[in-house]
């Protein structure tokens, strides 16, 4: 078993102090997150819908130079995102991280998909804008190679919702004038709990050894992507997607 590196960003210009939202933190990408987000000292309200798993994540980061603060929350339910950000009301928050979206595997129509990833993102981001973003804030996605760099995947809602996060995201840094910034991740097979079944079947094993790492990437490596486009050093870059896929998308094994 991989061991998660205890990744400390603080040198990046993240202070004490600072709070950011961190949706779909009890798990995978963003579980990463919000460590790395804790340990450099920023006060951290991890949002998910799996309280159980929220709990588990504050008992492993009680430690921590930043609180954790955890929330259940369903980000695809309107009614629940405005109750969250209600409750925050007079909290300055500098970073949002909108990570939280149903998984590639779970069957529905592409305007479910799309209202869902796209729809949630956006509530969550208008509430940010409207009542805690300053100038200086950051906000990151978490979109997809899957309808931005590889349009194979499947189902079909999958790639039109992540494309349209990226569309969004790329609207926003545009309309905001970086005040606050916006940029997207992309991020290629990265084992979670929710892909790890299906990475460790033989076929996609065989997959990963062609690919030019030779692997699939872990969850850390997206999220310390991500704490970079959101931190303080990041601060010309804005309206981008980065991808973090080993170069697989461009290898003509992938």
Known sequence: MTVEPAY????????????????????GIGRSV????????????????????????AQDLASAK????????????????????QDVAGMEIQYLVNNAGPPSTTPM?????????????????????????????????????????RVDATPDWYPAAKAGVVGYSRHLAVKLRGRPRVNAVAPGGTVTERTAGAFAAPANVERFAKYPMGRHGQ??????????????????INGVLLPVEGASTWSSNS
């Open 8 to 27: 400390d960003f603080s040198g990046l210009g993240f202070e004490p102090g600072q709070a950011a939202v961190v949706s779909g933190a009890a798990s």
């Open 34 to 57: 919000a460590g790395i987000l804790a340990r450099s000292g920023v006060s951290v309200l991890a949002w998910d819908i799996n309280a159980d798993k929220l709990e588990a994540l």
């Open 66 to 85: 930043g609180t954790v603060m955890c929330r259940r929350v369903d980000t695809s339910v309107d009614a629940e995102i405005d109750r969250a950000w």
């Open 109 to 149: 129509s592409v305007s479910d998909g799309v209202r869902q990833a796209v729809g949630g993102y956006a509530a969550m981001t208008e509430a940010f804008l409207g009542a805690h973003a300053t100038e200086a804030a950051s906000v990151v996605f978490t979109a997809s190679i899957a309808g931005n760099l």
């Open 219 to 236: 969850p850390w490596e997206v999220a310390t992507a991500i704490c970079y486009l959101l931190s303080p050093a990041a601060s010309f």
